[in-house]
Nanobody
Framework: QVQLVESGGGLVQAGGSLRLSCATS????????MGWYRQAPGKQRELVAV???????NYVDFVKGRFTISRDNAKNTVYLQMNSLKPEDTAVYYC???????????????WGQGTQVTVSS
């Protein structure tokens, strides 16, 4: 069973920075794309950024130029560097990974438990 564990969330003032990490563990053959999503109170979960195993990245418009996603394939870990944070970035941030556990198994999605990010004005 594959587990994803996020860390690095917290309380920060507007304009500040945080770096989220997501470590994976378990029986992993390969991790394809990894990503970060977020969910604010009363809202649906939304995509923030994704990164492929070849380090190709894609961001939603509202974080472009402020957030940077990266990954360490050797450690099966993905990061999200968040700069110039705004109060509207307040949400629970979830890590996502498309995991293959063996060469005969199909890819499936895993989710972390989430980490709270709160940005005060």
């Amino acid at each position: 069973q594959v587990q994803l564990v996020e860390s690095g969330g917290g309380l920060v003032q507007a304009g500040g920075s945080l770096r989220l990490s997501c470590a994976t563990s378990g029986s992993i053959f390969r991790i394809n794309s990894m990503g970060w999503y977020r969910q604010a109170p009363g809202k649906q979960r939304e995509l923030v950024a994704v990164i492929t195993s070849d380090h190709i990245t894609n961001y939603v418009d509202f974080v472009k130029g402020r957030f940077t996603i990266s990954r360490d394939n050797a450690k099966n870990t993905v990061y999200l560097q968040m700069n110039s944070l705004k109060p509207e970035d307040t949400a629970v941030y979830y890590c996502n990974a498309h995991v293959v556990t063996s060469w005969v198994q199909p890819e499936y999605q895993c989710w972390g438990q989430g980490t709270q990010v709160t940005v005060s004005s």
